[in-house]
Antibody
């Protein structure tokens, strides 16, 4: 059964750091890229980052570039989002999601499976 | 970055209505345009990928069309479970931006 389970999140003070984790099961994890997407309270979806199937390519939205780092450990079937220098504007539900490439191993494509989301609250 | 716009931002409709949502990209995304449905408190779900391909398990009343910069999502006969927010997303240029969303509620 295809599943993406997120852990981490919680309350952190402004300027602090937090690491989110996303563990997948039920499919060939090392063949897929993964996205991070967030949703601030009452707002729309904001794309944050993608990591390629082998971890060699990473891309970020300008809003998090230089502060957030995506990584993965294929042996643990887990993707991570390290978030540093957090500000109140980073308060949101964060989703991890599997990328399906339009062609094998491509990042161009679509998201077909989402984690349950994890809430991050940055307090001032 | 590719800017995505959606219209309308919200609409009110009745069960059985035909509903069409438009998405426009600021530059061509070829056909790498995806549609997601999100209900309150839930993760989004993929409806349509590559502009017009129906995701497995999604009812056939959902359809997508378009290419280049202009795309549409159509619900042929709105059902009670379709009241939700719909997002388009381009999957061609990084950052893979989402549209602002269209909320469909009950008239």
């Amino acid at each position: 059964q295809l599943q993406v389970v997120q852990t981490g999140g919680g309350v952190v003070q402004a300027g602090g750091s937090l690491r989110l984790s996303c563990e997948a099961s039920g499919f060939a994890f090392s063949r897929y890229g993964f996205h991070w997407v967030r949703q601030a309270p009452g707002k729309g979806l904001e794309w944050l980052s993608i990591i390629s199937y082998d971890g060699t390519k990473e891309y970020y939205a300008d809003s998090v570039k230089g502060r957030f780092t995506v990584s993965r450990d294929n042996s643990k079937r887990t993707v991570y989002l390290q978030m540093n220098r957090l500000g109140v504007e980073d308060t949101a539900v964060y989703f991890c999601a599997r990328n399906v490439g339009a062609v094998s191993a491509a990042l161009v494509g679509w998201i077909d499976t989402w984690g349950q989301g994890t809430l991050v609250i940055v307090s001032s | 970055d590719v800017q995505m716009t959606q219209s309308p931002s919200s609409l009110s409709a009745s069960v059985g209505d035909r509903v069409t949502i438009t998405c426009r990209a600021s530059q061509t995304v070829i056909n790498y345009l995806n549609w997601y449905q999100q209900k309150p408190g839930q993760a989004p779900e993929l409806l349509i990928y590559s502009a017009s391909s129906l995701q497995s398990g999604v009812p056939s009343r959902f359809s997508g069309a378009g290419s280049g910069t202009d795309f549409t999502l159509t619900i042929s006969s709105l059902q009670p479970e379709d009241f939700a927010t719909y997002y388009c997303q381009q999957g061609y240029h990084t950052p893979f931006t989402f549209g602002p969303g269209t909320k469909v509620d009950m008239k």
